[in-house]
């Protein structure tokens, strides 16, 4: 079966056609990161009209360098929560139009969903129940992935974000949007015992995570320093935030990994990509004799290829939507979709 899937919840536009859940026949991206750049952030506006031009030309190229035609598509999937509401609503929107000129059912998929999904694309062998932590720019979960479409959450972040946290440390270094890579790179020459940062705790809810406090611990140090003329060590200063943020997520996943007695461990989303937070997890995996799953870096940040996987399931299971599909700045990743037709 064939899913032509759309994603445009944040700031890229990508279009995939994706065979059976598990493989990728194309997978076509434009990032709008440097249009957002100049801001230091995602301007909705801008990143609304960016899909709108971006998504027809990527959905030809798309079918052409698979080498298909409109009648080798059996089904449509879009991502349609949650994310920056005007973008999500241009890949909604055009994907139910696209559903309807094919005459094939239309599947919505939660965004999430679709980063956890990414790892079915990379590991055939990877089947729930596993426990997934979801690591991106706008969400931060620990999940009970209990099935493919039925999820349950461990744990989330109380505030921030762990990829908001790079960012905006990113920006207080004045490194580039997205800031995630750039920390990542200037870690690399650092020291990460050098400065200590706070790794917060919830009281009763041990899943539950939250990054402000690190990130006004960032801001303060940077903001002494500047006062007092200190010079800070730059990549230290990365290499011990990135420490923090992987100390924040590392134990507290694999202790759910043990309470629930799983073997399998998947890590999903954009901060997925970083280079310490991988390595940690190996590692933790490795003592703890769990099977690890990470996607490579490509699958890792948003991409259409992980919308075409979920939908996949999501078909399997029964979800369709009608012409009525709606897109949802947010929405629970243990919410199934509520079928129109
Ligand atoms: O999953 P994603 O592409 O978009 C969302 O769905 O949010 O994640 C984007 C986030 C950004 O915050 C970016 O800075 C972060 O992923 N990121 C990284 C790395 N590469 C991207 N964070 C840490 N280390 C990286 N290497």
Do not use: W
Request: hydrophobic residues 45%.
């Amino acid at each position: 079966m064939n899913i032509l899937s759309f994603e445009s919840t944040c700031d890229e536009t990508a279009v995939a056609v994706v065979q059976d859940g598990r493989k990728i026949l194309t997978d076509q991206i434009f990032s709008q990161a440097k249009l957002h750049a100049v801001y230091g952030g995602v301007v909705p506006e801008i990143a609304s009209r960016s899909h709108v031009e971006a998504i027809s030309l990527l959905t030809e190229r798309a079918l052409e360098t698979a080498g298909l035609t409109r009648a080798d598509i059996d089904a449509v999937a879009v991502s349609y929560a949650p994310g920056l509401i005007g973008a999500v609503l241009v890949g909604v929107n055009f994907a139910k139009a696209v559903a309807s000129v094919l005459k094939v059912p239309l599947i919505p998929v939660h965004h999430i969903r679709g980063h956890i999904a990414a790892n079915y694309l990379a590991f055939p062998e990877l089947e729930p129940p596993f426990v997934c932590l979801a690591i991106s720019g706008g969400n931060t979960l620990i999940i009970d992935v209990r099935d493919y479409t039925d999820m349950h959450i461990l744990g989330a972040t109380r505030d921030d974000a762990a990829g908001e946290c790079f960012d905006k440390t990113a920006r207080v270094l004045g490194l580039p949007y997205p800031g995630g890579k750039p920390i990542d790179d200037l870690a690399q020459g650092g020291d990460d015992t050098m400065y200590v940062f706070p790794i917060a705790h919830v009281e009763g809810r041990p899943y539950d995570m939250s990054f402000s406090g690190l990130k006004t611990a960032v801001i303060n140090l940077a903001h002494h320093a500047e006062q007092t003329g200190e010079e800070l060590d730059r990549a230290s200063l990365a290499a011990s935030f990135t420490k923090a943020v992987s100390d924040s997520l590392v134990p507290r996943t694999m202790q759910a990994v043990k309470e629930l007695g799983y073997k399998r461990l998947a890590v999903a989303g954009g901060v997925a990509a970083n280079s310490r937070i991988r390595k940690d997890f190996h590692d933790a995996a490795e003592r703890e004799k769990i099977d690890l799953f990470i996607p490579p870096l490509k699958l890792c940040g948003d991409n259409g290829a992980m919308v075409g996987a979920q939908g996949y399931y999501e078909y399997l299971a029964g979800t369709r939507a009608g012409s009525d599909l709606n897109a949802y700045a947010s929405m629970d990743v243990s919410q199934n979709y509520t079928q129109s037709v």
